[in-house]
Structures are given as C-alpha cells and as structure tokens.
C-alpha cells in the first residue's frame, strides 16, 4: 500500500513544490521506472485478497465507474491526486464522438500501465476574435509511456483503446479562483466555463440563491466576501447579489473594489460603477469617485 513518505510528497506538490524535487512521486512518473507497477500491484494484491476473504466487504479507497472509465483514488493531499484509472476500449468504441474539450487548471501526469490506445493532445494556442485557436497533435498511449500536461493550456482526448487501457494518473490543481472552460473542437467557441473547485461553485451558488430568496440580511455577509481576495468570479457573483439586495451596501463594497489598484476585479468594478451613475445619479454621493 501507499506508504507514509509517498504521502508526504503528495502534500508537498499540493503545496507547490516541483515534482523533479520529489524523488519518491517523480519516479512513478518516469519512463522506465518499476516503481508505479510496484505500488499499484501492492495495492491491487491488497484490495483484491481483502474482497477475496470478504465478499460483501467495501474497497475503502474512494471509486467511480460510468459505464467505460473506471477510477480508484489512491490518495489526496489538497489539491493533489493520486489514482488509478481504467478504460473498456469495447465501452469507449460505443461512446459518440467527442465535440469539446475542457481546460482545466491542473497540472497532469498519466503512465500507462497496460493497454494500448490513440488519441490527441489539444493544446490551447491562442485566441482569434474570442474563439479559441486549438491545435492537435495525435498521440500513442502504450505500456511504459508517459505524459505531462501543463496547467490550463493542454487536454488529453482519448479516441479509441483496445482491450482495457490501465493508467495511473497524478493531477495538482493550482491557482485558486481558477476557471474551467470548455471549447468546441470544431471551432473554438466557448461552451461553457465553471470555478474549478467544488467550493467556489458551492458559495456561487448560495450567493445566487440568497439573492433570488430576497435575503436582504445576507447583505453584509455577500459584501465581505465581494471585498475578500481569491476567485473573482466567486467574488463577482457575491457583489452582483448584494447590489441587488442592498443597493448602498452593495455600492459601497463596489466603489471599495475599484479603488483597489492592485485587484484583477478593479477595472470591472469601475466600469460597472460608472455606468450604474450614469443610470443613476443620486449613487454619486454615496462615494466619492475612486479614480
């Protein structure tokens, strides 16, 4: 099984440091290297004789399946995982075609540990006229191969598989108040984008439900965490809801954002401020002009 000091490197790239300088994770993601097969078999042997003496028994490792993508999270430090995945290259030939794909702000490495398979690396080059420019290079997947993707700018498609395709996957997520986006293959066009971490979307959406809910004593609250520093879109969203809900208040916090030099929301807020006193003048004397 995975032991203390695998542990602790995990913690310690979730925390920044470079995987180079972690001599017990980079060797399972070195070409070459018998130390993946060595941790995943003694973690499969495990699982497998425990099931085996105990039929009924839960694998305490936390898993999902859908059908063609099996997953076993091995660990987690932060914004740091470790897992284990495995394709059904008869479940992924029945699949559609894939018609987007999603940068994520993670940092990725994958080692194929058994099974063949072909697929792309679509990298993010650009952007003309607010289309994304995508450009891809195929890719082999094969035993013994490994990958690294960079944060946000590369995506891994896979095409098809044969057999099961078994890879051990290594993900850090970086940057807080990071953003997921989705583009169309065909043509760049965004699709979709969502806060990468599961909290920031959790607080979006109660910032957005207390607004609809008329809670005007949640007011302060959403100004405090418009004022705060991390995901601006989470922020954005707190400050939108708050104006709604208390327009002085919200206000207020608005003007306190655009004096903010320093802060990527600032030219945003000023813009926003400047228009709501052109619809409305009687909100200049609530603040002085930030400029």
Known sequence: ????????????????????DLPLLAALF?????????VVDEVTGWLLAELAAQPLGQVPFRHHSDGSVTTLLLARAGGATLALQAID???????PEPVSVSFP??????????????GEVVRLDGFDGGRARLVSVPVELAPGSVSHRSVGSAA??????????????LQCRLGAGSVTREYRLRDGELLHQAAASARDSRLELTAALL???GRTDAAPLLAAMAEEQGSTHLRWQALRECLGLDTALGFAALGAVARRTDDPLAGAALALRNQLIDKYPELGRVLPCPA
């Open 30 to 38: 070195t070409a070459g290297d018998s130390a993946a097969r060595t």
């Open 89 to 95: 290259g008869v479940a992924l030939a029945r699949r």
């Open 156 to 169: 891994q498609v896979l095409r098809w598989a044969e057999g099961c395709l078994v890879t051990l996957k």
């Open 105 to 118: 702000p993670v940092a990725a490495w994958d080692h194929v540990l058994a099974g063949h398979g072909w």
């Open 1 to 20: 099984m995975l032991i203390r000091p695998e542990l602790a490197a995990l913690t310690a790239l979730a925390r920044g440091a470079e995987l180079d």
């Open 211 to 213: 607004g609809r809910m």
